[in-house]
């Protein structure tokens, strides 16, 4: 089992930055996937899910409108679009998955998950 995360970077606040996370091993289609992230000196965060099917999806509030997880399940590979990015989001970005019986079914709780990506960090400049 794999995922691998990637696309983070530097940008100035205000801009944008897309990540992406691709995943082997498993059957992508059959997991909700979600975006954690960790500040420095911070804990991991939930950040964004989509259910495997796409029917939902769930934002933390401090990005709700800002940022927008998507998945192409054909290509096993699960995006978060990050707009208006202010220095306060900063840090590692990792992708999960999390094993679900429905295609309209997430979680937003690290604990559900069942593999986790090795991270790409995002820093944000003011």
């Known amino acids: 089992v794999q995922l691998q995360a990637f696309g983070g970077g530097l940008v100035q606040a205000g801009g944008s930055l897309k990540v992406s996370c691709t995943a082997s091993g498993f059957i992508f289609s059959h997991y909700a996937m979600g975006w954690f992230r960790q500040a420095p000196g911070k804990e991991r965060e939930f950040v964004a899910v989509?259910?495997?099917?796409?029917?939902?999806?769930s934002y933390a509030d401090s990005v709700k409108g800002r940022f927008t997880i998507s998945r192409d399940n054909a290509q096993n590979t699960v995006y978060l679009e990050m707009n208006s990015l202010q220095p306060e989001d900063t840090a590692v970005y990792f992708c999960?998955?999390?094993?679900?019986?429905?295609?309209?079914?997430?979680?937003?709780?690290?604990?559900?998950?069942?593999?986790w990506g090795q991270g790409t960090l995002v820093t944000v400049s003011s």
């Open positions: 989509v259910s495997s099917a796409s029917f939902r999806t």
């Open positions: 999960a998955a999390d094993r679900t019986y429905s295609g309209a079914q997430y979680s937003t709780r690290e604990n559900e998950y069942n593999y």
